[in-house]
């Protein structure tokens, strides 16, 4: 009887233990409570440029520079560019080139950079960039963006950035400075000089101020048929 009692008591013991240790054993996470990475830079929109050096042409080409000012996602992957030091050593480097210069000089006089600007005065333009400040979860995509622990990181490793290094290195090379010092005789630069002397250019203008495709829905249905005005005639090549 006593060994009965006995082995009741061990066996009931030991229930109460497993018992007592499966309620013990703390509750797996559930999957949205896990760490998360570090936010990834922001996504690049289609038609956006993939590598700094296609970002520094695309910033100073004004006749898409400005498509940032009317996309707030281009604005976002902009700003994420931008706030690179791999991005701020390879604009260093390329502003040491006379023919970003003339390549930028010359997109200004294009006849596409008038409907590159004039599509940020579209109301629609103007209205969603209320409805963005408005918006919690832009202003969220910019503090994420910018105060990505990667970012940081590489703005506290830039010393030893090879891209920084390099244009470090380039500025203390003299012939860096050769293209700069021959720029009065770079033909790319004399070309671009030339560009106001064609009278096709004004002509080019002219139709951007008028064409409806220079601005947004809003005032370029104004310029659409029929209450919009003929393209002018460019003058015969002589």
Same mark, same amino acid.
């Given at each position: /009887?006593?060994?009965?009692?006995?082995?009741?008591?061990?066996?009931?013991?030991?229930?109460?233990?497993?018992?007592?240790?499966?309620?013990?054993?703390?509750?797996?996470?559930?999957?949205?409570?896990?760490?998360?990475?570090?936010?990834? *830079?922001?996504?690049?929109?289609?038609?956006?440029?993939?590598?700094?050096?296609?970002?520094?042409?695309?910033?100073?080409?004004?006749?898409?520079?400005?498509?940032?000012?009317?996309?707030?996602?281009? $604005?976002?992957?902009?700003?994420?560019?931008?706030?690179?030091? *791999? $991005?701020?050593?390879?604009?260093?480097?390329?502003?040491?080139?006379?023919?970003?210069?003339?390549?930028?000089?010359?997109?200004?006089?294009?006849?596409?950079?008038?409907?590159?600007?004039?599509?940020?005065?579209?109301?629609?333009?103007?209205?969603?960039?209320? %409805?963005?400040?408005?918006?919690?979860? $832009?202003?969220?995509?910019?503090?994420?963006?910018?105060?990505?622990?990667?970012? #940081?990181?590489?703005?506290?490793?830039?010393?030893?950035?090879?891209?920084?290094?390099?244009?470090?290195?380039?500025?203390?090379?003299?012939? *860096?400075?050769?293209?700069?010092?021959?720029?009065?005789?770079?033909?790319?630069?004399?070309?671009?000089?030339?560009?106001?002397?064609?009278?096709?250019?004004?002509?080019?203008?002219?139709?951007?101020?008028?064409?409806? %495709?220079?601005?947004?829905?809003?005032?370029?249905? /104004? $310029?659409?048929?029929?209450?919009?005005?003929?393209? #002018? %005639? %460019?003058?015969?090549?002589?």
């Amino acid at each position: /009887m006593r060994k009965l009692t006995l082995l009741m008591t061990l066996a009931l013991g030991n229930l109460s233990a497993l018992a007592f240790a499966q309620q013990s054993v703390p509750a797996a996470p559930p999957a949205a409570a896990t760490a998360t990475p570090a936010p990834a *830079a922001a996504a690049t929109p289609d038609g956006m440029p993939r590598t700094h050096q296609e970002w520094v042409a695309y910033l100073s080409d004004f006749t898409h520079n400005a498509e940032i000012m009317s996309d707030p996602k281009k $604005f976002v992957a902009a700003m994420n560019e931008i706030s690179e030091p *791999a $991005f701020l050593a390879t604009a260093t480097i390329s502003m040491m080139n006379p023919n970003l210069y003339a390549r930028s000089m010359a997109s200004a006089m294009d006849p596409r950079a008038y409907g590159n600007y004039a599509r940020i005065v579209d109301p629609m333009t103007l209205m969603t960039w209320m %409805q963005v400040a408005l918006d919690p979860q $832009f202003f969220n995509a910019m503090v994420q963006m910018l105060s990505d622990p990667n970012k #940081v990181m590489r703005w506290v490793s830039a010393p030893t950035d090879p891209n920084v290094t390099a244009m470090a290195l380039g500025m203390l090379n003299p012939n *860096a400075y050769v293209p700069m010092a021959t720029a009065p005789v770079n033909p790319n630069l004399w070309g671009t000089a030339m560009m106001p002397m064609n009278p096709n250019l004004y002509t080019g203008w002219a139709n951007s101020a008028v064409s409806p %495709q220079s601005y947004g829905p809003t005032w370029g249905s /104004m $310029f659409a048929p029929p209450y919009g005005m003929a393209p #002018v %005639q %460019q003058a015969p090549a002589r």
